[in-house]
């Protein structure tokens, strides 16, 4: 399924809206380094042009003056990172939509 470029800027408009307020991303937004975003997007397929566009508008629109580095990043079968799904039920996991990785990085 391909994302027209409007609604690639309203979904990821949506997802920062949801995401810059959690507390836990609120010392990696104060820092002046770049911040590192990767899209995911379920299918082996690549990112669409318009997507892409959409995607940059909304990240311009959200994030003004601050330094972003976007990667795009298909979603595959199977799992890829154990910090979701089953192995990591059980886990002493903090709910949220950001998970902290370290200092300045985080999935959001």
């Keep these: 399924m391909t994302l027209s470029a409007e609604s690639a800027k309203t979904l990821v408009t949506k997802a920062l809206d ?8 609120q010392p990696i937004m104060r820092t ?5 975003i990767t899209i995911h997007k ?8 318009e997507e892409v566009h959409g ?18 990043l298909p979603i595959v079968a199977g799992e890829t990172i154990a910090a ?5 039920q ?17 999935l959001l």
């Design 18 to 25: 949801s995401v810059l307020i959690d507390p836990r991303i």
């Design 32 to 36: 002046r380094r770049p911040l590192s």
């Design 42 to 49: 379920l299918g082996p397929i690549a990112f669409h042009d």
């Design 55 to 72: 995607i940059g508008e909304a990240m311009e629109t959200k994030l003004r003056g601050q330094a972003v580095k976007i990667a795009f």
């Design 84 to 88: 979701f799904g089953p192995p990591s």
């Design 90 to 106: 059980g886990r002493a996991m903090p709910g949220g939509r950001g998970l902290k990785l370290s200092a300045d990085t985080a």
